[in-house]
């Protein structure tokens, strides 16, 4: 193929796919993109969580269902389950679209996947929501 000033492109797409920039997909960036943007915003609430944890420690119980029941504290954790379950679910996926080559195998494993992470994430949802209404 051709382009309109004559160099030889050595590629099968058209012109309009690669001004799009889409792959065969046409997903693929979504896909890369939330997944890098769920990396950055678990950092800070990370290190947020690690560091509310080293100060809670040794804390009686009903300390630590104060603690929750702060507004702040409840979204931010919420947050961080959301994000955590959905960067874990993205990368997991990537996974096994790489390395599972057989289709039979692989959507199985992709949709287990998916139910796990939704299933996990929703226990944790109702777990901090319990700890922080009671708290």
Not at 40 to 61: D, N, R
Request: charged content about 15%.
């Amino acid at each position: 193929m051709a382009d309109p000033k004559g160099l030889k492109v050595d590629t099968m797409r058209t012109f309009l796919g690669r001004a799009r920039g889409l792959g065969s997909a046409k997903s693929g960036f979504d896909h890369w993109w939330i997944q890098r943007l769920t990396s950055i915003a678990l950092v800070p609430l990370t290190l947020w969580f690690i560091w509310s944890l080293a100060h809670l420690t040794g804390q009686p119980y009903a300390e630590v269902r104060a603690w929750a029941g702060n507004i702040i504290n409840a979204t931010l954790l919420l947050t961080l389950i959301v994000l955590t379950f959905e960067h874990l679910h993205l990368g997991v996926q990537v996974v096994c679209e790489d390395y599972i080559h057989t289709d039979v195998i692989r959507t199985p494993v992709i949709l287990a996947v998916k139910a796990a992470s939704l299933l996990l994430g929703l226990a944790a949802t109702i777990a901090v929501l319990k700890l922080a209404i009671t708290g």
